[in-house]
């Protein structure tokens, strides 16, 4: 069994600070990491995609890739509470594109 | 371009009863999947369906089904509720970009088995 492993949280971070968002993944031949966003009530948002390693940025958002240590991060600079919700670390198997989600770390911006 | 639709958005039903929900997949997208979510067991892989066909399938029990029509329109199919059944049921359109596919997810159904 794939497994996706988030710490479940919540993380409470002030407004305009870092948040650092962590997920680990067990199947070393995965090729694509996903990130989405729900809020309570609402269908996951798609945020962050990345496929190789180092990070890439995307506005406020920056996700790191490290396939030797199997782990794949979101950064949200400059925290906002619009950016309290669950986020879900997706990582599709080695010869799959259906991803096997994380539990989701539930984050908490205040004001 | 318009998103994943979903119909019904809410639905109530008891024990016994069977449910149909429908996903309109984005327009070109013709892969469509089905999760089941849950706050104990999370986002879970129902199926998905490509050109009409099953083509992953997830470890659900056969009161589970789905189908896909030419239009890339599906449906998926719970037969005899049980309680346990409650959950928001998400799905999924994949765009290929590249040589990558990226889900993109509809409103869901929230369903509660009374």
């Known amino acids: 069994q794939k497994e996706v492993e988030q710490n479940s949280g919540p993380l409470s971070v002030p407004e305009g600070a870092i948040a650092s968002l962590n997920c680990t993944y067990s199947d070393r031949v995965s090729q694509s990491f996903f990130w989405y966003r729900q809020y309570s009530g609402k269908s996951p948002e798609l945020i962050m995609s990345i496929y190789s390693n180092g990070d890439k940025e995307d506005g406020r958002f920056t996700a790191q890739l490290n396939k030797a240590s199997q782990y794949v991060s979101l950064l949200i600079r400059d925290s906002q509470p619009s950016d309290s919700a669950t986020y879900l670390c997706a990582v599709p198997s080695g010869g799959s594109y259906i991803p096997t989600f994380g539990r989701g770390t539930s984050l908490i911006v205040h004001p | 371009k318009a998103g994943v639709t979903q119909t019904p958005r809410y639905l109530i039903k008891t024990r016994g009863q069977q449910v149909t929900l429908s996903c309109s997949p984005i327009?070109?997208?013709?892969?469509v999947s089905w999760y089941q979510q849950t706050p104990g067991q999370g986002l879970q892989f129902l199926f998905e369906y490509f050109s009409e066909t099953q083509r992953n399938k997830g470890n659900f029990p056969g009161r589970f089904s789905g189908r896909q029509f030419s239009n890339s329109r599906s449906e998926m199919n719970v037969s005899t509720l049980e309680l346990g059944d409650s959950a928001l049921y998400l799905c999924a359109s994949s765009a290929i970009e590249g040589t990558r596919e990226t889900q993109y997810f509809g409103p869901g159904t929230r369903l509660l088995v009374l």
């Open positions: 327009s070109g997208h013709r892969s």
